[in-house]
């Protein structure tokens, strides 16, 4: 079946630091979608991507789709202490019917 | 205001009873959606509806059951056939769009359970 995987598992940054994750797809994706979760909270969505080679700003956050529309990527410039949480992308499956989750990317923001 | 509710939030059972989740929406999506949480393995599907009266297994489906009766509701009862049900569990809707839009995901606030 389908398989979405994130990298880094883990990252730890000091404050100022950009940080990058990277998510990967064994198939084609029609759409990406990206998600944030806070320590002891519940995902949020972020935004989704539709066409290749996309680029998408939200004030710090960069977000790209390949021109494959197999892989995708979140950067944070100069990262601050409320970006910490875990960072999930998600594919649709075949039938748009569910998403497919990677299993995140936790990122820790020391001050 | 809109949302989704789970109950409880933390739930503590003891090993052999059945357990069910409460899981309640008034965004009017039609889809909802169970996912099950373990530290480092991201989120895995259990079931998912699409209409009322109908419903189907996801990725992890064994030891667990739905219903969906009415739109807003779809409760998930973890059965004493799961062998491993301590995780956080997370109830989702959204309204689907189709090709190019999936349609992103409502999460609710979750629901811990401990198995003891």
């Known amino acids: 079946g389908q398989q979405v995987m994130q990298i880094p598992q883990y990252q730890h940054v000091q404050e100022g630091e950009d940080f990058t994750t990277y998510c990967n797809s064994s198939t084609t994706l029609s759409n990406i979608q990206w998600y944030k979760q806070r320590p002891g909270g519940h995902p949020v969505f972020l935004i989704q991507l539709v066409k290749s080679g996309e680029v998408k700003k939200q004030k710090r956050l960069t977000f790209q789709f390949g021109e494959a529309k197999k892989n995708s990527s979140l950067h944070i410039t100069a990262t601050q202490t409320t970006d910490v949480g875990t960072y999930f992308c998600?594919?649709?499956?075949?039938?748009?019917?569910?998403?497919?989750f990677g299993k995140g990317t936790m990122l820790l923001v020391s001050p | 205001d809109g949302g989704i509710t789970q109950s409880p939030k933390y739930l503590f059972r003891k090993e052999g009873q059945n357990v069910t989740l409460s899981c309640e929406q008034n965004?009017?999506?039609?889809?909802m959606y169970w996912y099950r949480q373990d530290p480092g393995q991201g989120l895995r599907l259990i079931y998912y509806s699409q209409i009322v009266n109908d419903f189907q297994k996801g990725d992890i489906a064994e030891g667990y059951s739905v219903s969906r009766e009415k739109k807003e509701s779809f409760p998930l009862t973890v059965t004493s056939a799961q062998k491993n049900p301590t995780a956080f569990y997370l109830c989702a809707s959204n309204q689907l769009g189709g090709f190019a839009n999936t349609g992103e995901l409502f999460f609710g606030e979750g629901s811990r359970l401990t198995v003891l």
């Open positions: 965004l009017n999506h039609d889809a």
């Open positions: 998600a594919g649709p499956n075949s039938g748009y019917s569910t998403l497919t």
